[in-house]
């Protein structure tokens, strides 16, 4: 049961599914992303734009929901990692499928998280998204109080919480299972990286050999030469061909699995952080329960609210921690299917456009007296 | 190239053409009755280019071949020729053809094969066109320890009358292929035919397979080598002179071989290393050479163009092959990852959608691989015979100039006796005169033998030469076609692979 919230909940007025991120400016080393969304009353769309640090303003404000009741339950839409213009290599292998092409993958992936918060029952009622969707004044870059939600590397005693046992089976099922595939996954994403990697050096390399062969076209009459060169012009474009099937390959290898995989890896990620943040609360509750029996009698009642105040949280982040891995685990399947299928069909289109190709290349060998 | 010599009449008026055209030389062609009776032992032909016995045996320091020792010796001078044992065992020396305008030498021999130039070679065959196939096949190792070594089938299928059988076989090993080019480079090489060089000797690939290492990557240098000999015959006997050579002949058909002497035959590398002296040994002679005829000078640029551009693709193409075997481990890892995904999964429709893809992807790595093969056997490997060509055409173009050096050596001394000559006119030693007068009859045949040798290798290269730019373009079309063949295979395959995935990935929920 929601409480009244100190802040207005606002009703978000653009349709979640689209909000589109549809250009990215580059000034220097800052990057500002243009977000347009249609009105639900019909009229018309909004246009902003955003830096990644309004991104991160935004994700801030969602964190620091402290009134919201049993909002540490809830399976936060990952935020992709910082973009830079002029990428370290760690920020790229941090970045993954993001990286790659010139900025679709990356805006898709913000794309999604708005989507994805728009679409958030708790998420959407929070006056930040409304702010940061519509208002054509970039979002106040003031500091946000500190949130409950350090992402920041965990001390090792927070470590030790993760395993801690739970008291619902249906958490520790998810607990397990979730370590499981979230180890899964992120190999999975590497490895399709490193083969996605491959396909563009193929691509590179086939586009040297291609211009390689121009420089054998030679000058002159003789008819010889002149059949030689027409071999080299026509094999350099075979060689071209290739190459436009290869970028074509590792493209849609990119934009659909690449991306789901990315999504599904990070979201594997949030569903961790909230279990952990439930398993911390346990703990806690735990300790209040303890403190509880073994308070002296003038303690006791302070120490009967506290554990009150705990297990009432508690319960709440559960009930809403239940719902959200429903929810979460309905969606996952969904856009990974989606993701499957989107990969087969684009792959069976450029393989059937590749082998069109590669007959007409062959017929004009074979015509080659 | 009988083949094309017969069906192509464009090609028959350019022989012609070269015979009747322009002289390369302002001197007149020598009749016969200028030949000198002294001249060297069995050959007295005008025009011959056989082989003469005395640059055979002839232990002149110039002898490039000196150079032809196993790839790994020293490059001394000193040592001994060991070209191939002289021409095959059994027959004594052939003459390989001679020119059109003199009638048949009168050779001691018996030899078999007195043919003409590729004109009466037309002539003479009548409708026995090129019909002949080689396969090598069915590596087997024989021996063991450091003895060991790999034995090939070598089975012959031809419809030509040259041959006694239309199918046979035989087995050979790769030091039989070495002596079979050695002996055919002592022959023809210095009189301006290309010789097919043969594969090159490995010294780390051969130690593994003698250890017995049954790997991936000896089974891989079996095959290499395998297919590279396999190119070599087809090439060798590819060409209408070659094909005729009783040492071809007898590699092709005869059961037992008698062992090369020397495992140190020509290698590739050797000749290269020759060719390489040669090139050296002629500009340290700082031959000037005056060319008359600018047609060597721009093929000789051609073929120097032409080595730089092949063996940058060749380069190209190696990092093309490495980078698909490359792909092929990614995508068999990736594909392993993907079935873990898939045993991981609780929910039962994408767990199989994802074992699915895992098997997919299994089987595209199988079609990386394929396509690296296809890359490295089509592309590599032709574009590394080529360069390899190459050596042997610059060496022919060598063999010219070295070729002019000694008649332009001859004149030089014919010139000084003659000045000795007349000096010795004025003196009285009418023996010393009557020696002199002898040494230059001696010499005058010389110089005359020195040009028809030159003119003959001139026109002998023209004709390798267009030989050889026209068997290159059938090469590369025969292969880009066989290649284009496979890519659009395994896009084939691929379509086949996502059609049956679709309906897999459809049916998740």
């Not at chain 2, 035919?193 to 010294?203: C, F, G, M, R």
Request: net charge negative; with cysteine; proline share 4%.
């Amino acid at each position: 049961m929601m409480e009244e919230v100190k802040e207005a909940a606002s009703v978000l007025s653009v349709h979640d599914d689209s909000i589109k991120v549809t250009e990215v400016l580059k000034d220097g080393d800052t990057l500002t992303f243009i977000i347009v969304s249609q009105k639900l009353s019909g009229t018309g769309e909004y246009h902003v734009d955003r830096t990644y640090e309004d991104f991160e303003w935004l994700q801030q404000h969602l964190f620091s929901q402290e009134d919201v009741p049993g909002i540490q339950g809830v399976i936060f839409p990952p935020l992709p990692a910082k973009p830079q213009v002029n990428a370290s290599s760690r920020s790229i292998k941090q970045l993954g499928f993001l990286a790659l092409g010139e900025c679709q993958p990356y805006c898709k992936a913000l794309e999604t998280f708005l989507q994805q918060v728009a679409a958030h029952s708790i998420l959407s009622k929070n006056k930040a998204v409304e702010v940061f969707l519509t208002s054509s004044d970039p979002p106040g870059r003031q500091k946000v109080k500190k949130n409950i939600f350090n992402r920041l590397s965990q001390a090792v005693e927070e470590m030790r919480k993760e395993g801690h046992k739970d008291v619902d089976e249906f958490f520790q099922n998810e607990r397990d299972h979730n370590l499981v595939l979230t180890g899964c996954t992120k190999t999975a994403a590497e490895k399709f990286l490193d083969v996605v990697a491959t396909e563009q050096k193929i691509a590179v390399a086939c586009g040297h050999f291609s211009t390689a062969l121009h420089l054998c076209v030679e000058p002159g009459e003789d008819p010889d030469k002149q059949a030689f060169s027409r071999v080299c012009v026509k094999l350099s474009e075979v060689f071209e061909s290739i190459k436009k099937n290869m970028t074509s390959v590792a493209e849609n290898n990119v934009n659909t699995l690449g991306l789901g995989l990315d999504l599904e890896s990070r979201y594997q990620e949030a569903e961790r952080e909230m279990l952990f943040r439930r398993t911390c609360k346990l703990v806690e509750l735990e300790n209040a329960r303890r403190n509880t029996e073994k308070a002296k009698p003038v303690k006791k009642a302070a120490m009967e609210e506290v554990k009150k105040a705990a297990e009432t949280e508690f319960e709440h982040i559960s009930g809403v921690a239940k719902q959200e891995i429903e929810r979460f685990q309905g969606a996952r399947v969904e856009m990974l299917q989606q993701a499957l299928v989107s990969w087969c069909e684009k792959q069976l289109l450029t393989a059937k456009e590749s082998a069109d190709q590669f007959n007409q290349h062959l017929e004009v060998f074979r015509g080659m007296a | 190239m009988a083949d094309t010599a017969r069906d192509a009449p464009p090609e028959q008026t350019d022989f012609h053409e070269l015979e009747d055209g322009e002289e390369l030389f302002p001197e007149p062609a020598t009749t016969q009755e200028s030949q000198p009776a002294s001249l060297a032992a069995e050959d007295i032909s005008t025009n011959s280019n056989g082989p003469k016995q005395d640059s055979l045996f002839d232990d002149d320091p110039e002898d490039l071949f000196a150079e032809a020792t196993e790839e790994v010796s020293l490059d001394s001078p000193e040592r001994d020729v060991l070209l191939s044992d002289g021409p095959s065992p059994a027959i004594t020396p052939i003459t390989p053809p001679t020119s059109v305008i003199t009638p048949r030498i009168g050779h001691t021999h018996d030899d078999m094969f007195t043919h003409s130039s590729f004109d009466e070679i037309e002539e003479e065959e009548g409708g026995d066109s090129f019909d002949i196939h080689i396969s090598v096949s069915d590596p087997e190792k024989v021996g063991d320890g450091m003895n060991a070594y790999m034995a090939y089938k070598v089975t012959t299928k031809t419809s030509m009358s040259l041959f006694k059988r239309s199918e046979f076989a035989v087995k050979r090993r790769f030091s039989d292929f070495l002596g079979l080019h050695s002996k055919l480079a002592s022959k023809y090489l210095h009189i301006g035919y290309i010789v097919p060089p043969a594969p090159e000797k490995s010294i780390v690939g051969m130690t593994k397979v003698k250890v017995g290492k049954e790997d991936q990557s000896s089974n891989e240098f079996v095959e290499k080598r395998r297919s590279a000999l396999e190119r070599y015959l087809m090439r060798t006997v590819k060409h209408p002179i070659l094909l005729k050579d009783p040492d071809v002949l007898q590699f092709l058909e005869s059961s037992e071989l008698p062992r090369a002497v020397s495992t140190q035959a020509l290698s590739s590398a050797g000749l290269l290393r020759m060719v390489n002296k040669a090139a050296d040994a002629v500009n340290k002679m700082t031959i000037k050479m005056n060319e008359s005829d600018a047609w060597f000078e721009e093929k000789q640029q051609h073929f120097e163009n032409l080595d730089v551009q092949l063996r940058k693709l060749h380069t190209s193409v190696e990092s093309l092959v490495c980078h698909r075997k490359e792909l092929s481990v990614n995508t068999a890892q990736f594909a392993k990852s993907a079935a873990m995904l898939g045993n991981s999964e609780d929910h039962t429709a994408l767990s199989r959608a994802l074992s699915q893809l895992a098997e997919v992807e299994e089987k595209i790595d199988q079609l990386h691989q394929d396509q690296a093969n296809a890359d490295f056997y089509l592309f590599s490997e032709l574009l590394g015979d080529y360069v390899r060509l190459l050596t042997a055409v610059k060496g022919v173009f060598d063999h010219r100039m070295k070729t002019w050096q000694k008649w332009q050596d001859s004149q030089m001394l014919l010139q000084k006796k003659r000045e000795a000559e007349a000096k010795l006119q004025f003196t009285n030693k009418p023996d010393k005169l009557q020696q002199a007068k002898d040494e230059i009859k001696e010499l005058e045949g010389k110089v005359q033998q020195g040009e028809r040798d030159f003119e003959q290798i001139s026109k002998t290269i023209r004709k390798e030469v267009s030989r050889f730019e026209k068997e290159r373009v059938k090469d590369f079309k025969t292969i880009i076609i066989k290649y284009l063949e496979s890519l659009v295979q395994t896009q084939q395959q691929l379509i086949k692979y996502w059609e049956a995935f679709l309906p897999e990935a459809k049916a998740i929920s």
